[in-house]
């Protein structure tokens, strides 16, 4: 049966989206909420692309330091940028209800500055209460395979799957046995960023993973050759996440709570600076007392800590999979456009570190701002870029 939109029925408010999956036996509602008795079913399976009917969404990736739109246009094989908006969260008093006044008035500025007009948001989550695993499982009867996922995702997710929810994909792998991809997050983490983009009067329709995300960009724009090893990282505020995708189709991804703010705070320790202060002068190249090079030093001890995770990584990653070694990383996030850190990046990963900017082979039909966002601050929207690329 194929897949159809329509009317839900479980639905008092626009949109009304439902799905009939290929086995016709399961509707589903998706169009998350935020009230504990509202909670929906994520369907995570659209993350994986499966072919669904159209419409226009916006990718809305919430971060813990700036929030980020992309809005896009499929033409061909080849997608357009039809808007794009980036806007900081406000500093403020560590508490919840600030960090939430914050972080909905940073949503709306940016759809204020886009004009966009769409309330369909495509969100993402990261982070120690998200987990993506690959899977085998000897042959099974098409009945039996959800429950062997969720036993599997009880297994090896690092939190209680009893108050998660869990998807999966399955890839087809040619000897007969049952392989593919599990996704699960904790409701709670889930249930954050539906409000924020709920507060802002969006309509979280669909939930991502931001390696995932980027995996699926990657794609998109740079169509790599078939078998070909694709390593991404992405380093942001609060996380940084390596994607890894090899010849078994199989995403490998693993979130590492060591980012731009730890570093900015080391640094600031370090030398004596505030963290306001150091982020100037790290991203905006601003200090008549503490010119940037003279923080060379520094940012190089900060950032050892992470440049080793990640050399772990890849070093297990090929390991564990015998698979060829990885030659290049694409470097995206907030902190690869802060200056040395590429180069840094470059000369003591055991990969070649590339800045990716993903909107670099993209057309924008937008004006001269949007423009400039892209070019100066692309790196910063690539997980936005693949939200903005799911359809429904």
């Known amino acids: 049966m194929r897949s159809k939109v329509g009317q839900c029925p479980h639905c008092v408010n626009p949109p009304y989206v439902w799905r009939v999956n290929n086995s016709g036996i399961d509707v589903r509602c998706l169009v998350v909420r935020s009230q504990v008795e509202e ?3 994520l369907d995570w399976k659209r993350s994986f692309k ?5 419409r226009e ?3 809305l990736d919430i971060g813990s330091s700036a ?6 246009r499929k033409d061909g094989a080849d997608y357009t940028v039809t808007a794009a908006g980036i806007a900081d969260i406000a500093a403020g ?3 919840n209800d600030l960090i939430e006044i914050n972080t909905v008035g940073a949503i709306c500025k940016c759809l204020e500055s886009t004009g966009i007009q769409t309330r369909l948001a495509v969100c993402s989550v990261c982070g120690p209460e998200v987990a993506v695993r690959g899977f085998q499982f000897p042959s099974l009867r098409p009945e039996e395979i959800e429950g062997a996922v969720l036993l599997e995702a009880g297994q090896v997710c690092p939190f209680n799957v009893d108050d998660a929810s869990v998807d999966h994909q399955l890839i087809p792998d040619g000897d007969g046995k049952i392989s593919g991809v599990l996704v699960a997050a904790t409701n709670k983490v889930l249930k954050r960023k539906i409000q924020f ?4 009067s969006l309509n979280c329709v669909l939930m991502d993973v931001d390696a995932l995300a980027l995996l699926n960009c990657f794609s998109e724009c740079e169509k790599p050759e078939a078998g070909q090893t694709t390593a991404i990282l992405n380093v942001g505020s609060s996380y940084t996440s390596l994607a890894i995708m090899g010849n078994n189709n199989l995403p490998f991804v693993r979130d590492m709570a060591y980012a731009g703010k730890d570093i900015i705070q080391q ?3 370090e030398n004596n600076l505030s963290t306001e202060a150091v982020g100037k002068i790290l991203f905006i190249g601003e200090s008549a007392d503490h010119p940037q090079f003279e923080l060379i030093d520094s940012l190089a001890r900060a950032c050892q ?7 772990e990584t890849l070093r297990y990653y090929t390991a564990q999979q015998k698979t060829a070694v990885v030659d290049n990383v694409f470097v995206c996030g907030s902190f690869a456009l802060v200056k040395g850190f590429m180069e840094l990046l470059d000369i003591r990963l055991p990969a070649r570190a590339v800045l990716w900017n993903p909107f670099d082979k993209m057309r924008c039909d937008a004006g001269q701002p949007c423009r400039d966002i892209l070019a100066k601050r692309g790196p910063a929207m690539a997980v936005a870029a693949g939200l903005a690329m799911r359809s429904i």
């Open 93 to 95: 008093e560590n508490s």
């Open 305 to 311: 800590k992470l440049i080793v995770d990640v050399s």
């Open 67 to 72: 929030v980020k739109i992309i809005q896009l």
């Open 197 to 200: 983009a709920e507060e802002a």
């Open 267 to 269: 640094i600031a320790s």
């Open 50 to 54: 499966l072919k669904l009917e159209k």
């Open 39 to 41: 909670f929906m079913d």
């Open 57 to 59: 969404v916006l990718g």
